[in-house]
């Protein structure tokens, strides 16, 4: 049966979890006949952020003006009654609802997770929708243990907790061999490299990924001696695009 139904698309109860752009040069790479056929019908979307997420819509092509969207923000802060009310009540409309965040797949290290609870709540059905993620494209390309991994997200930006969280998941790629990954901004990027090359073992891997699928795109993977080595270091890890997922670091203990 298709996904959508054939008399009228949004009068079921879907809620599609719709994939953004990693950046200004993949458009076409990202973009699915199916999901733009989505977003050529679909009315309320649920947004991370309304600039990016109308710069998105912009970027789709649609046969439609971007005004036709009733476009909703989500609450930056923690959610109060009246941001769950008005939650609640888009669902209990009955028809479809999408929610994009600023870049990549919705829900994974981004904001959605209350929505879709809401929408289970509801009798939604829940559809996520095919996306690029810049973590497993980082993780394709490292050529780590794809296997086994952990996602630690931001790391703690003071130095005495970064040292911490650091050693501990050398550790653990020592104990265990998982793959551990994590991104951060870009104004803390080169920050973050002197910290894992002063904190690291020599022989840790460490891959830094950015600008995925960008024309700039870097995917590079040394041990930690190579890249304290390195003139280079993170210089060409700071070209970001408006939309993109920053800087993402991926390390994996030294094969034998």
């Not at 009315?43 to 952020?49: A, L, M, P, S």
């Not at 997770?113 to 973590?135: C, D, F, H, T």
């Not at 907790?161 to 650091?166: D, G, I, R, T």
Request: hydrophobic letters at 40%.
């Amino acid at each position: 049966m298709n996904i959508l139904n054939k008399k009228h698309p949004m009068s079921e109860k879907k809620f599609y979890l719709i994939p953004t752009l990693l950046g200004n040069d993949s458009a076409i790479k990202e973009l699915t006949p199916f999901n733009k056929s989505i977003l050529e019908v679909i009315v309320t979307i649920w947004v991370e952020n309304e600039k990016p997420a109308r710069a998105f819509l912009k970027a789709c092509n649609l046969n439609r003006p971007i005004q036709d969207f009733d476009i909703r923000q989500i609450p930056k802060n923690d959610f109060n009654l009246l941001d769950m009310d008005e939650i609640n009540n888009c669902f209990k409309s009955g028809t479809s609802v999408g929610f994009m965040s600023d870049a990549g797949l919705p829900c994974i290290a981004d904001p959605g997770a209350l929505l879709v609870n809401a929408a289970l709540k509801s009798g939604y059905e829940i559809i996520p929708l095919v996306g690029a993620s810049s973590l497993m494209l980082g993780l394709m390309g490292s050529g780590m243990n794809g296997q086994q991994f952990v996602f630690h997200g931001y790391l703690p930006v003071q130095p005495k907790e970064l040292k911490k969280a650091l050693k501990g998941m050398e550790s653990e790629v020592l104990k265990s061999g998982y793959t551990q990954l994590f991104i951060e901004t870009p104004y803390r990027n080169d920050k973050l490299l002197d910290s894992l090359i002063e904190h690291l073992a020599p022989q840790i891997r460490l891959c830094l990924a950015s600008n995925l699928l960008q024309n700039d795109q870097q995917i590079q993977t040394r041990t930690i001696a190579e890249w304290s080595a390195s003139s280079l270091q993170s210089a060409k890890f700071q070209r970001f695009s408006y939309w993109a997922d920053n800087l993402q670091s991926v390390y994996h203990k030294q094969e034998n």
